[in-house]
């Protein structure tokens, strides 16, 4: 390349390129068309054909408003100076394919799409402020320090708009105020700083918006405050080693999940509360939290479907307070919740807690309160929520709480249960409360006792053998017929008749039922403790 060839602004650069000064050439006319600079002058530019370096100097190439015409065609290139473009506006995408660079920045910039895949930048790579209207593809690429994309516009509907897989940072992934139009793929990414999407709008209606499916994020994941997002947003099988954070995001994916992130590991809090508002379903089936997972204050609407799946969800403490109800099912089958937060007024109208565990309950509710509670269930007769209700007030010393939800429980299985086994249930429940409610036995011992005493005061029966039977005594008679076991040696020495001997056959009948439903009731209630 000849100098004589070069055009008024590369003569410019020719001479500014070993000193790293900037050049910033301006239209000839307020509104004439912007100085022009050919791709391929860039290309050699920075490959060696400018002038050598004198001592001292640091070749740069800072260039600034200038169309940049052709491909700038890099590809598998070292590139040993820094390049800094700004406000510039190229016809074609550039390729960088495998090149190497020091420290490359791009800002306020307009691109058809950029193809990065497998560049290594051992310094910080930006691409701020910019407008894309092609993918930009960052596939396996290593950024040895931050990675800044804020406030920069990528327009590829239906399509990767970005595409980085297996990127690689040594800083930050700075997302702030960006917006993707169609997919942003980040599948297998290892951040080792701060995963930051503040401000952000995803945008891919009926597709996916996000799929950062196993990212390794080393400090905190934040989508909040302001980011908002159409489409399905996948986190599954994340690992966050600090914070999760979606405070103030919008998610919109009506009639399907909004967001996904199943086997996720955030090792301090997931923060999906204090102002999130949700449009579909949110997924967390089998993610581990090391302190809290907050919904406090957020909104949930998926009515078509589970609104929140909490399925073996692992947390040290929970927060379930929404700032309304949340519309549809919550599923936390064998979830361990740890502390469980929640309030009445916020409870679903579907709720799923088979084989569900807590440590504590802290808002302080009756058992009558927390049966309503459970009766939210939809799966039917499930025996575990009882016991793990009962564990939970028999921790605080409330045994009557314990036991008033342990006769709910079998009243909720009679109910599945044939017609005479329910029969059976029933005289139970009346007499005993399934064990529950052992009082009940005394107080119809009592009522039965004074009965027949009354009676056989009136009408005392006939002795069987004149003269060898022992003195009559109505109360001990009446007790001899209702205790099955102990005897008095009245009932053996008189004989009732009349309406006597049917009262007497009711006696020992009622005595032989009490008994049996005491002792089935009370080895079932012991057999639980």
């Not at 290309?43 to 600034?64: C, H, S, T």
């Not at 020091?102 to 790579?125: F, I, K, N, W, Y």
Request: aromatic share 6%; glycine share 10%.
């Amino acid at each position: 390349m000849r100098l004589e060839e070069l055009g008024t602004t590369e003569r410019q650069l020719w001479h500014s390129y070993a000193r790293g000064h900037r050049v910033a050439p301006r239209p000839a006319t307020p509104r004439g068309p912007r100085p022009s600079v050919r791709a391929e002058f860039l290309a050699a530019l920075l490959l060696g054909a400018g002038p050598e370096p004198g001592p001292g100097e640091r070749p740069a190439l800072r260039l600034d408003g200038v169309s940049v015409t052709g491909t700038l065609d890099l590809e598998f290139a070292e590139v040993i100076a820094p390049v800094a473009l700004t406000d510039c506006h190229f016809d074609e995408a550039p390729l960088l394919r495998g090149a190497q660079f020091r420290e490359l920045v791009l800002s306020d910039c307009v691109l058809p799409g950029l193809s990065a895949d497998t560049v290594q930048v051992r310094g910080r790579m930006v691409l701020s402020h910019c407008r894309l209207s092609g993918p930009l593809v960052l596939t396996r690429a290593e950024i040895h320090s931050d990675l800044d994309l804020r406030r920069t516009v990528i327009t590829a509907p239906g399509r990767d708009a970005v595409r980085a897989v297996r990127l690689s940072t040594g800083g930050d992934l700075l997302c702030t105020g960006l917006t993707v139009h169609g997919l942003t793929r980040v599948t297998g990414a290892v951040v080792a700083g701060e995963f930051d999407l503040e401000g952000a709008h995803l945008s891919n209606p009926g597709g996916t918006a996000l799929d950062a499916y196993h990212v390794h994020v080393t400090e905190d994941f934040t989508f909040h405050p302001g980011f908002r997002s159409e489409g399905r947003l996948i986190l599954s099988g994340a690992q966050v080693a600090a914070a999760l954070g979606f405070c103030g995001a919008r998610l919109s994916n009506p009639g399907d999940i909004a967001l996904e992130a199943v086997d996720v590991t955030v090792h301090r809090n997931a923060d999906l509360g204090l102002g999130l508002t949700v449009e579909g379903g949110v997924q967390l089936d089998g993610t581990r939290v090391g302190t809290l997972l907050s919904f406090r204050d957020a909104t949930v609407d998926h009515p078509s479907g589970t609104a929140l799946s909490l399925r073996l969800v692992q947390a040290r403490e929970t927060d379930l307070r929404t700032r309304r109800p949340i519309n549809g099912t919550v599923d936390a089958g064998n979830a361990q919740l740890g502390v469980l937060h929640d309030a009445p007024d916020t409870w679903p109208t579907g709720l799923r807690l088979a084989h569900t565990a807590y440590d504590a309950l802290a808002t302080p509710l009756t058992a009558g309160e927390r049966l309503a509670w459970l009766r939210r269930g939809t799966e039917g007769y499930v025996p575990q929520p009882y016991e793990q209700l009962a564990a939970a007030y028999r921790s605080l010393g409330h045994e009557d709480e314990a036991r008033t939800v342990l006769l709910a429980k079998q009243r909720h299985r009679r109910s599945a249960l044939p017609a005479h086994a329910r029969l059976w249930g029933y005289v139970q429940d009346a007499t005993v409360g399934y064990g529950y409610r052992p009082a009940r036995a005394a107080l119809w011992i009592i009522a039965l006792l004074a009965l027949g005493a009354s009676f056989f005061s009136a009408h005392p029966p006939a002795p069987l053998e004149a003269g060898k039977a022992p003195p009559f005594s109505p109360v001990f008679y009446a007790l001899d017929l209702l205790l099955p076991v102990i005897g008095f040696g009245q009932k053996a020495a008189f004989a009732p008749h009349g309406g006597g001997q049917l009262l007497a056959h009711t006696l020992t009948v009622a005595g032989w039922i009490l008994a049996t439903t005491l002792t089935a009731g009370v080895s079932r209630a012991l057999s639980r403790q």
